[in-house]
């Protein structure tokens, strides 16, 4: 049966001197086999080039590569309309993964200031729900919290965003 190896990506750094490799700068990529297993290491051209260097011990393999330019984070751009459309959209909803998202979405609103925490009953089932009201209007808007973990509302956060983006 065939091995998987796992191969390091750059390190961004030379693995001699501890120079910080610039976008789109070249230098030397080497395989060490040390054991059962190979490590990766990076090396400024300076560094490879230099006479001082002598042999790399348990040399397998080495390429010469460049550093990939830092692509700036796509900023996400969604207009506060759109927000507010999305969490009413989502009123009334009874759907697990909806009732997250409402509460996330509120929270996100409740951060922007377009909406304002009025209090807090019970509900019938012995569960929260919160009165929030949209900035500059009347009707209260009532969000279940369903009382999400600190990873939970993590990764309904980076699932909103996803939906936001349009990648779902």
Do not use: H
């Not at 610039?22 to 080497?30: G, I, K, L, N, Y």
């Not at 990076?42 to 330019?69: H, I, K, N, Y």
């Not at 969000?143 to 990764?155: A, F, G, Y």
């Amino acid at each position: 049966m065939a091995k998987e190896y796992q191969i390091a990506r750059t390190a961004g750094r030379c693995c001699r001197c501890d120079k910080v490799l610039d976008q789109r700068e070249e230098f030397q990529a080497v395989l060490i086999e040390q054991g059962e297993q190979f490590v990766r290491q990076d090396w400024c051209l300076a560094c490879w080039e230099s006479p001082q260097r002598g042999e790399v011990a348990g040399l397998f393999g080495q390429w010469r590569s460049r550093m990939p330019e830092k692509q700036a984070r796509k900023k996400l751009f969604v207009d506060d309309g759109m927000l507010l459309n999305f969490f009413l959209r989502l009123g009334g909803q009874a759907e697990a993964a909806r009732v997250n998202f409402r509460f996330v979405l509120a929270l996100v609103l409740l951060r922007k200031k377009l909406l304002s925490y009025e209090g807090t009953r019970k509900s019938p089932d012995g569960g929260e729900v919160w009165a929030m009201r949209i900035k500059g209007e009347e009707q209260v808007q009532e969000v279940v919290n369903p009382r999400l973990d600190e990873q939970r509302i993590t990764e309904v956060s980076q699932q909103l965003g996803e939906i936001l983006q349009g990648e779902l």
